[in-house]
């Protein structure tokens, strides 16, 4: 028997005894050490459920494989991974063209099928990323967000020199998503950014990873529109990291002519635009792109890759686009980001729920809440 928090009904989670999973032919089980609790999981566990229960939530984690299935290598037992959580089909249409991040007709670990809030995981073989000896579990546990803002990142900067001193980016939203997208920003160079949050511990984490003083708003005393007319001109990229209709209005009302706004975070309620903030996307044209998820592909040799996330042929010149998860990977090994900045929490496995109330009633000030089994 293992120990693991069960998802009975919405608000009934239950720290219980469980079976150890068996693994499936193409799976392994993991022995989870670190699992983080992510913003989604508070309304999955209190207010909307999961897509079936009882279930064991928990999506970013990492930890030892433990046990493999009939069709897997024993060799991998003992390996330190983290784990890809979204399950593609392999067969719909998307899946056909290798947009694996897009299939029509995924599992997902945590969310349709057991997850990590427990001692034991099996998951898919094939969604499996080694972790080297630097990185900790923790920092494996934290692949996962961090692959999300890379999405973002890599998507809203693309083809953006982050030399070129006309472009300024604002990030809305200093939650964990929000500041790791300030932290990758920066691994790529980018330096003119602006960030918007409102709390005390926003502006602190935010000037922890390096952002200026003066290039904080914090808007329970500056109206952001306002302030970032004022520090930009016009935004070039600007990341929404709320999920709200005023959060997204910010950057619409201040974005440059063909900005790019990129909406990453998950939405509170129903959006609406009004006619003029409509008009501001007509007349500059902007490009208004969604963020879910990341993108994941097994075994890829990550050696070769720059910091750019492009691999290098022999004459130094990008070839391809590695995936979301491999470039965070390839950034933690050279020591580029360090998302154990962000954890302001550390629980044992027994008192996950604490965290789950912080994060719910908000009695606490937090970033990243991790759960460590070690």
Request: charged share 25%; net charge negative.
């Amino acid at each position: 028997m293992a120990k693991a928090w069960v998802l009975h009904e919405i608000g009934d989670i239950r720290f219980e005894d469980v079976d150890i999973p068996e693994p499936a032919e193409n799976e392994v089980l993991v022995n989870v050490k670190a699992v983080g609790i992510c913003g989604s999981d508070v309304p999955r566990v209190y207010e909307t459920g999961a897509h079936r229960m009882p279930l064991v939530p928990g999506h970013e984690f990492s930890g030892v494989v433990v046990k493999t299935g009939a069709k897997v290598s024993a060799d991998l037992e003992g390996m330190r991974v983290a784990v890809s959580p979204k399950i593609p089909c392999r067969k719909c249409e998307m899946c056909a063209k290798g947009e694996t991040d897009l299939c029509l007709n995924y599992d997902y670990t945590g969310s349709r099928r057991d997850g990590a809030f427990g001692e034991y995981v099996c998951v898919p073989v094939d969604n499996l990323i080694e972790l080297v000896d630097n990185i900790s579990f923790e920092e494996g546990a934290m692949i996962e967000p961090l692959a999300v803002a890379a999405n973002a990142v890599r998507t809203g900067c693309a083809g953006i020199d982050p030399s070129d001193n006309g472009v300024k980016i604002a990030v809305c939203g200093m939650g964990t998503i929000g500041l790791i997208v300030v932290m990758l920003l920066m691994d790529m160079g980018f330096s003119d950014i602006y960030v918007i949050g409102n709390k005390d511990s926003h502006r602190d984490k935010a000037i922890d990873i390096g952002i200026l003083p003066e290039h904080y708003c914090d808007m329970r005393v500056e109206e952001p529109v306002a302030w970032l007319k004022e520090k930009t001109n016009g935004v070039s990229v600007y990341f929404e990291c709320v999920g709200s209709n005023e959060s997204i209005r910010y950057g619409l009302e201040t974005g440059a002519p063909k900005s790019r706004q990129i909406l990453v975070g998950n939405p509170r309620g129903d959006m609406s635009f009004s006619r003029n903030t409509y008009w501001e996307i007509l007349r500059k044209q902007m490009s208004l792109i969604g963020i879910w998820n990341s993108s994941y592909r097994k075994a890829l040799d990550v050696g070769s890759f720059g910091q750019d996330g492009c691999s290098v042929n022999a004459k130094g010149a990008g070839t391809a686009q590695i995936d979301d998860w491999h470039y965070v990977l390839s950034r933690l090994e050279a020591g580029g980001i360090n998302p154990s900045k962000l954890i302001t929490h550390r629980f044992p496995l027994n008192d996950l729920e604490k965290g789950l109330l912080i994060m719910r009633d908000k009695t606490e000030d937090y970033c990243k809440i991790m759960i460590c089994n070690e």
